[in-house]
């Protein structure tokens, strides 16, 4: 079964507007951390925004911010007022238990397929 | 630089040949991981380092690859006898021994193109 779904292989918004990118998961884990990454075109991955499975309200960054909806298993970016330069593929990805700090911190993520969001002026 | 750096930026090989691509983490950052993203797709786990050792080498698609670290900071991903499936943008990220939230710095990436 997939970890991570991104059902919306590309989006179109006009520029201003706000848009959602939708992100599901799926794990057993009662212990979990949900990113959103930028990709744009020069192939960089750019974090955005944070989610962890215990943080009692919904992370936000500036213009991101993340809809986390955990009996619904779901973790929507919203990016209000877009602009021309948020034009990029979109990564929604989870770390699965605690980042482990002292020895390395294992914190392998698992990334969804990416949506590509154009936005028109 | 301060960020992950990655090199060649770009390499293109025939196939049946061998390729190193290079990572030079964050200073500082103990764990370091590989990941390739295939043209249109997200990001495949390759293997994961914790200083020089690799615990986790689960995402190695076959015995014609392979990555070790020394120094518990650069990073070598080599692919032997590359084949034209393993065309694809190979990405290293790095994260630091404390961190709060997980989060994983990555570089540019190496374009891989196997004719």
């Known amino acids: 079964a997939q970890k991570i779904t991104q059902t919306q292989p590309g989006m179109f918004v006009q520029e201003k507007e706000a848009v959602t990118l939708d992100c599901t998961y799926d794990?057993?884990?009662?212990?979990?951390?949900l990113f959103w990454y930028k990709q744009p075109s020069s192939g960089e991955m750019i974090f955005l925004i944070y989610?962890?499975?215990?943080?009692?309200q919904n992370a936000t960054e500036g213009r991101y911010s993340l809809n986390f909806q955990k009996a619904r298993k779901s973790a929507n970016l919203v990016i209000s007022a877009s602009q021309l330069g948020d034009s990029a593929m979109y990564f929604c990805?989870?770390?699965?238990?605690?980042?482990?700090?002292?020895?390395?911190?294992?914190?392998?993520?698992?990334f969804g397929a990416g949506t590509r969001l154009a936005v028109h002026p | 630089g301060a960020g992950v750096s990655q090199s060649p930026s770009n390499k293109v090989t025939e196939k049946g040949k061998d390729v190193e691509l290079r990572c030079d983490p964050i200073?500082?950052?103990?764990?370091l991981y590989w990941y390739r993203q295939s043209l249109g797709q997200g990001l495949e786990f390759l293997i994961y380092?914790?200083?020089?050792?690799?615990?986790?080498k689960s995402g190695l698609p076959s015995d014609r690859f392979s990555a070790e670290r020394t120094g518990g900071s650069v990073s070598t991903l080599t692919i032997q006898r590359t084949q034209q499936e393993d065309s694809a943008v190979y990405l290293c990220?790095?994260?630091?021994?404390?961190?709060?939230?997980?989060?994983?710095?990555f570089g540019e990436g190496s374009r891989l193109t196997v004719l």
């Open positions: 990805a989870m770390r699965e238990g605690t980042p482990l700090s002292g020895t390395g911190g294992y914190n392998k993520l698992i």
């Open positions: 794990t057993s884990d009662p212990s979990y951390g």
């Open positions: 989610q962890g499975s215990y943080d009692q």
């Open positions: 380092f914790q200083g020089n050792s690799a615990p986790d």
């Open positions: 990220a790095s994260n630091p021994d404390r961190t709060n939230t997980g989060e994983l710095f």
């Open positions: 200073s500082g950052h103990t764990a």
